[in-house]
């Protein structure tokens, strides 16, 4: 079967951090741009960050810009999402996707995402 499974989420006070997973199976992630959403409760779904497969450019949204870092390990089917000096803004739960291509741009998040995994609920409360 072909699949995301997103972990790492949790509750943390604001400044702390988390390190997001999102692991594929059933098909080489390498091969794929990954995205990185959030959806707050209320709130439409926004995209976070986006790796691509092929250059390794990553793009943030201007909220976590400096906060959050995306990478990606192949040899895990593995990408990351760290993020740092979190806020209480940033909760929401955090999904990850595959993108139509090979590389991330400027409006990357307004692209057909494919594949979504189940997400994984990110809270920052003090």
């Known amino acids: 079967q072909v699949q995301l499974v997103e972990s790492g989420g949790g509750l943390v006070q604001p400044g702390g951090s988390l390190r997001l997973s999102c692991a594929a199976s059933?098909?080489?992630?390498?091969?794929?741009?990954i995205g990185w959403f959030r959806q707050a409760p209320g709130k439409e779904r926004e995209g976070v960050s986006c790796?691509?497969?092929?250059?390794?450019?990553?793009y943030y949204t201007g909220s976590v810009e400096g906060r959050f870092t995306i990478s990606r390990d192949n040899a895990k089917n593995t990408v990351y999402l760290q993020m740092n000096s979190l806020k209480p803004e940033d909760t929401a739960v955090y999904y990850c996707?595959?993108?139509?291509?090979?590389?991330?741009?400027?409006?990357?998040?307004?692209?057909?995402?494919?594949?979504w995994g189940q997400g994984t609920q990110v809270t920052v409360s003090s």
């Open positions: 996707a595959t993108g139509p291509g090979p590389r991330c741009g400027p409006n990357w998040a307004t692209s057909r995402f494919g594949s």
């Open positions: 790796i691509s497969s092929t250059t390794g450019s990553t």
């Open positions: 059933g098909f080489t992630l390498g091969s794929y741009t």
